[in-house]
């Protein structure tokens, strides 16, 4: 196994820690920072608004992010 697969199925294992959304909050707050927990939250609002069919150029607009960030989610959900 690759060291950054390894990494990942660490990480993954250390989430599933989480007992509710308290303990899940705690993990979060501890391993990112403000920055990467917003990013992380907005990219779940791309998945969650491409999903509902909101076009990608008012998502990028509601969000403030750029159309290259929406169309990337796109692509990550087709290839789901």
């Known amino acids: 196994m690759s060291t950054d697969k390894k990494y990942m199925q660490d990480l993954a294992e250390h ?17 990112l920072t403000p920055s990467e ?17 909101m076009p990608q150029r008012q998502i990028a607009e509601k969000l403030g ?5 929406v169309t990337r989610g796109s692509r990550a959900l087709k290839n789901e």
């Open 15 to 31: 989430f599933l820690t989480a007992k509710d959304h308290e303990s899940m909050n705690k993990i979060l707050h501890g391993i």
């Open 37 to 53: 927990l917003s990013e992380i939250s907005k990219r779940l609002q791309i998945f969650r608004l491409l999903e509902s069919g």
């Open 65 to 69: 992010v750029g159309i290259a960030t």
